[in-house]
């Protein structure tokens, strides 16, 4: 049990995910969602979609690289894909937030978890590659669900959601890239 | 791709779970906590705790689990555990959604879905007991830590308390209830 207390100071700290807004609206456009109910429903899309994987994952895997993905908007905050935020300085805050807050684990859980996360970021495995193909699926669903959602607040255009999800999407599931590049030039007609 | 129509349909559809509200506050106390946080909130709780299980536990199992338990709230609501609810009613309810909701997806996938859901309520296997301590256990941290949030709301005393939460937790970790029990009757001193 001696680790226990910094385990639950870990699982209090990340309560504060729920309160990072990303731009994505709930499909019944009532609110803008935030990342831990967004981390919630990628580890579903993982459940459910696996099968349409480019290369065999390893679903549970796949599950935990989602819930921990967005965890270090803790401390550096959601970057809108549409927006013009600097990938660079967020990058960098992402990885202080990843060491602050990994570090607050017991020391062979917190490596764990960075291990994961880092591999999530590189994106060169199986799993990560699937698991950042569904990350960029699920705002298209929404957008296609709420009458364009974010490409209308930031007023993008077809070929730049194309550019924008198509290498993410398609690297790790051509299949399910395939039907969203279809709905979406279907949206933008 | 003959199934993902129906796939994507079930994803769209429990997106509702952002919005069935339980009655535990945020440790922040902004607000109460939505089903579908809560439901990340403790799959995350059970990639760190695992260790603390009575028996040995499929963590990737139990972490499944804990991702689908609400997703009956879509149609039931949530009740909260201090309420004066009817318990069978609810479960009624709860049978007809998981119907209904599970069969939205391919014939096996629901199947599958199904069949962990009703090992999550039953609770007869390690990893369902497991999943079932966590579920009890995450309100009391949140409880802790906002000045008693829903022991306030309900005016529920430590007898109660202990009396609710206790069994569910001990089955499935007598060592996170050792833990839990000592700070209830801290609180309550």
Redesign the interface.
């Known amino acids: 049990?001696e680790h226990?207390p910094q385990?639950?100071e870990?699982?209090?700290e990340?309560?504060?995910?729920?309160?990072i807004i990303r731009q994505t609206l709930?499909?019944?456009k009532?609110r803008k969602?935030?990342s831990?109910?967004h981390?919630?429903?990628l580890?579903?899309?993982a459940?459910?979609?696996s099968e349409?994987a480019n290369e065999p994952v390893n679903?549970?895997r796949v599950?935990?690289m989602l819930?921990?993905h967005d965890i270090v908007e803790v401390d550096a905050g959601d970057v809108p894909l549409h927006g013009n935020g600097d990938k660079s300085e967020q990058e960098q805050r992402e990885k202080a937030a990843a060491d602050r807050l990994f570090g607050l684990?017991p020391d062979q859980?917190g490596k764990n978890?960075r291990t994961l996360w880092d591999e999530f970021e590189e994106a060169t495995t199986p799993d990560a590659r699937f698991a950042k193909a569904l990350d960029r699926l699920q705002p298209v669903?929404?957008n296609l669900?709420t009458d364009g959602g974010t490409w209308e607040t930031f007023n993008v255009d077809e070929a730049k959601v194309l550019n924008r999800c198509g290498p993410q999407i398609e690297k790790g599931s051509s299949?399910l890239w395939e039907?969203a590049s279809q709905e979406i030039r279907q949206y933008f007609k």
């Open positions: 049990m226990l385990q639950l870990f699982l209090r990340i309560d504060q995910l729920k309160g709930l499909i019944d009532s969602e935030n831990a109910e981390s919630w429903h580890a579903m899309y459940m459910i979609l349409y679903v549970g599950i935990q819930l921990i684990l859980q978890l669903l929404h669900a299949s039907w």
